[in-house]
């Protein structure tokens, strides 16, 4: 949601006024890396089973695809062709790896999970949505800020439960039992 509110500071920023067409491929690339992420996640899964000849078919089916699919997208859509089947490859990916794994696991989607992840990114995207973007530090204080107000609805939300929240305690505060000793 970040990167959808954001690609167009962004490209301005990094890049001149030419390149700003680029905003909607970084918003479609964006999506395929959501598809992404969900399936390498179910990658970790499989690994447990060991399913390694499954899952470099389905990384070689997905790369075969999105190249097919680039020869006849590109010539199209130019570069949002592309993106197109980036995407592509990455949903259907997806997909097949969700049902194939649906035979070895139960997969099951927790909707306020859902919910509260949904409450949360939108919020944050209407709210750095709302901050004038003008220069590179401008930008990268509202990517951080955007984090923040993320993290922080999932905190408000109860997203996290209370192992997860002593987890991130043990990590940010790192208590060390010895005592800390300076050599001159």
């Given at each position: 949601v970040g990167l959808f509110v954001l690609a167009e500071p962004i490209i301005k920023s990094l890049s001149s006024q030419e390149f700003l067409a680029?905003?909607?491929?970084?918003?479609?690339?964006?999506?395929?890396?959501?598809?992404?992420?969900?399936?390498?996640?179910?990658?970790?899964?499989?690994?447990?089973?060991?399913?390694?000849?499954?899952?470099?078919?389905?990384?070689?089916a997905m790369a075969i695809l999105n190249i097919g699919l680039n020869f006849w997208l590109i010539p199209k859509f130019g570069i949002m062709g592309a993106a197109y089947s980036t995407l592509i490859g990455f949903l259907l990916g997806t997909i097949a790896i969700i049902l194939y794994s649906?035979?070895?696991?139960?997969?099951?989607?927790?909707?306020?999970?859902?919910?509260?992840?949904?409450?949360?990114?939108?919020?944050?995207?209407?709210?750095?949505?709302?901050i004038p973007v003008f220069s590179p530090v401008n930008l990268v204080l509202t990517i951080l800020i955007g984090g923040l107000i993320y993290v922080g609805l999932l905190l408000l939300l109860r997203f996290y439960d209370k192992s997860e929240l002593l987890l991130l305690e043990k990590i940010f505060f790192m208590k060390n039992k010895k005592t800390k000793e300076i050599y001159l």
């Open positions: 680029g905003d909607r491929v970084l918003i479609i690339v964006t999506i395929g890396i959501f598809f992404s992420g969900i399936f390498v996640r179910f990658t970790d899964l499989l690994n447990v089973l060991k399913k390694v000849k499954v899952l470099s078919s389905m990384w070689l649906s035979f070895y696991f139960d997969i099951i989607f927790q909707k306020n999970w859902l919910i509260k992840i949904a409450i949360s990114s939108a919020s944050m995207g209407w709210l750095i949505s709302l």
